[in-house]
């Protein structure tokens, strides 16, 4: 692909993001109707203090001059402080991204793995009582929430058979280093396999659909006229191929890094963005509420381009056209 | 007199779709899972519908459960038990199927108009216009549809009218590529030729060539839609963004979680719920595969 088209792509991106920055702004502006009333709600408030609050909160002046002054702010990574905790919104963000990332960037390479094995295994074997376990299998995940897929492995594994802690990150009486750690791994042991039960059966569709796909293809039957062994025709000419739509698909997921579980973490009560984004919704906490839906669009869309851009320098094919 | 009437257009063309809707049936017939789908979904439907015969609605109030022990599990005070409140989870898992679906159904409804609407529009007129609708439908196509509908229904407030727009304005743009690609290849068909080069308007051309040619391909779409508003309907309304009066298959699971059903093992009153949907949209799941392969022209053209 030439410079021109990547510039292109670039741009395009840009675009979509500053398009989310102002629906953003104007979708927020609906309904806020009086946020340092509410906020103060039952408290004595003189008209000068109100004002105060009002200024602090960026909510003063003209609807023109309260955009120029919002966009100016969210270029600086400022976007306001909570209601709640009166915290800037960036640091409370930054702070619970990590736990999002850990358990969603996990869980998104172990169903990627194991829903392209299992794809794999489908395509190879099309007909078979393993393929049809396996598209029964994916049917059935993608068909229930995922968080409740969560509360059945609770019940089951936390609850009933108590393997396994009940919610949260990490037990306080544990101590540092790598006890923490593995408590940690501990905790996370069921959010995770509930993501992982959940996506893994879109990548097991797409690897057998595309598997089959390139199935078809003549160099496979070169491959075997050669005297390849069924194995070595499947893993070195026909698996690497048909790779392509399904690294499309993972760099895609990646960008749902940030917002995939928002209510998996709910159920877990896994300190992240996606428990973040359920805390703000009972203030609601507009600000909060705002800030992480401009983080979550921002990450997909890169993750867009990321993917739009990994596809052309990985198909040959979309590169030279 | 019927010899007159059998020549006039109109029959004949009446005739052709009734021909056509009795071989898309006996092919649909012929698939063993698009069966099964369907015999789930008239199940659903008749729950759905005879909710009043199967439960009475005064069971859904906590002040008539006042009676009833709390956290019983299924026994005589309901076939599945009752909640942190003493309420029948049966009652509650009935009616409740009722909201699920309507809202799945309505929801679907709006996408497939607006996702139609957008698609015939951008294929058809293209140019500058059909760019500036293509562009917007990619904008919605990249940004992530629950976050999106989370702050929509933040902003909007908790009710069954918002949710079924929040649901609506967020899954059009899937149909809208879609139809959008297959009027792209109706608008070359010679039959498009002829008629504008007898003087047929824009308007003519599109009601009455390109929306009668998408209209199978929109029928599959929108049942492959249904299930993703049903799941989106359970996670917003799990959420708190749900109706606060009225029990939907997601909010009872709401309301199972915040009582703490799971750690009182309290299986009855959050294993029906998520079950229903399970099924609902599986059925959806195996109908709309089933239609896709009869009636979408792509499909159709690989399987032969």
Redesign the interface.
């Known amino acids: 692909m030439n410079r021109r088209r990547v510039i292109g792509k670039i741009l395009a991106s840009v675009g979509?993001l500053a398009?989310?920055v102002c629906f953003n702004f104007f979708?927020?502006r609906?309904?806020e109707s009086d946020p340092v009333g509410n906020l103060y709600r039952g408290r004595n408030l003189s008209p000068e203090q109100r004002e105060e609050l009002r200024r602090e909160f960026g909510l003063d002046g003209s609807q023109a001059e309260q955009f120029a002054r919002y966009v100016a702010q969210t270029a600086q990574l400022n976007f306001g402080r909570s209601y709640v905790t009166n915290e800037p919104v960036i640091d409370e963000i930054a702070r619970r991204a990590w736990p999002t990332v850990a358990l969603v960037g996990t869980s998104a390479l172990l169903s990627a793995l194991i829903g392209i094995l299992i794809g794999v295994v489908a395509a190879w074997r099309r007909g078979s009582k393993t393929d049809y376990a396996s598209t029964g299998f994916t049917?059935?995940t993608?068909?229930?929430?995922d968080?409740?897929l969560g509360?059945?492995l609770?019940?089951v594994f936390a609850?009933?058979l108590g393997w396994f802690p009940?919610g949260g990150i990490v037990d306080p009486a544990t101590g540092g280093g790598l006890e923490r750690l593995l408590d940690q791994a501990h905790h996370m042991v069921l959010p995770a396999a509930t993501l992982t039960l959940a996506y893994l059966g879109e990548y097991a569709l797409i690897m057998r659909s595309s598997l089959l796909e390139t199935m078809r293809e003549d160099y496979l039957l070169l491959a075997r006229a050669k005297g390849l062994r069924d194995v070595a025709v499947r893993n070195r000419h026909a698996v690497p191929n048909a790779l392509l739509p399904v690294t499309t698909l993972l760099a895609i997921n990646i960008?749902?890094i940030l917002?995939g579980a928002?209510?998996v973490e709910?159920?877990f009560s896994w300190p992240g963005l996606g428990l973040a984004?359920?805390e703000a919704?009972?203030g609601?906490d507009l600000p909060m509420?705002?800030g992480?839906?401009l983080v979550?669009?921002a990450?997909?869309?890169v993750a867009?381009l990321a993917a739009d851009l990994l596809y052309s320098y990985l198909d040959p094919r979309v590169r030279t056209a | 007199m019927r010899g007159a009437v059998a020549t006039s257009a109109t029959r004949i063309a009446w005739l052709r779709r009734r021909r056509a809707v009795t071989g898309a049936w006996r092919d649909y017939r012929r698939s063993r899972t698009g069966m099964i789908g369907l015999a789930v979904l008239v199940l659903a439907g008749l729950v759905a519908l005879g909710a009043p015969l199967l439960a009475d609605e005064g069971d859904l109030r906590a002040v008539n459960a006042i009676d009833n022990p709390s956290w019983a599990p299924p026994s005589e005070f309901g076939p599945l038990g009752t909640d942190n409140l003493g309420r029948s989870v049966w009652a509650q898992f009935v009616w409740g199927s009722r909201i699920s679906l309507l809202v799945g159904l309505a929801a679907t409804v709006l996408a497939i108009v607006i996702g139609t609407v957008v698609g015939i529009s951008a294929g058809f007129v293209g140019g500058r216009f059909g760019g500036v609708l293509m562009r917007g439908t990619e904008w919605f196509l990249v940004i992530p549809f629950l976050p999106l509908a989370i702050v929509l229904a933040a902003v909007l407030g908790p009710s069954i009218e918002n949710i079924i727009l929040v649901i609506g304005i967020t899954s059009w743009p899937g149909t809208a590529r879609l139809i959008r690609a297959q009027v792209l290849t109706l608008k070359e068909r010679l039959y498009v030729d002829r008629s504008r080069a007898f003087g047929a308007s824009g308007r003519h051309l599109m009601g009455r060539h390109i929306l009668p040619n998408v209209m199978p391909l929109v029928l599959a779409n929108t049942t492959l839609t249904v299930p993703i508003a049903i799941l989106s309907e359970t996670t917003l309304s799990f959420l708190g963004l749900g109706d606060p009066t009225r029990a939907s298959w997601g909010k009872m699971l709401e309301e199972a979680f915040r009582a703490g059903a799971i750690t009182r093992e309290a299986w009855w009153y959050f294993l029906p719920p998520g079950l229903g949907i399970m099924l609902v949209v599986l059925a959806f799941t195996l109908c709309g595969q089933a239609l896709e392969a009869i009636l979408d022209p792509r499909l159709r053209e690989r399987r032969s």
Do not use: D
């Not at chain 1, 993608?142 to 929430?145: E, I, K, L």
């Open positions: 979509t398009f989310v979708l927020f609906v309904v049917m059935a993608y068909s229930m929430p968080f409740w509360m059945l609770l019940l609850v009933g009940v960008g749902f917002s928002i209510a709910t159920i984004t359920f919704l009972s609601p509420l705002q992480l839906f979550f669009s990450a997909v869309i867009n």
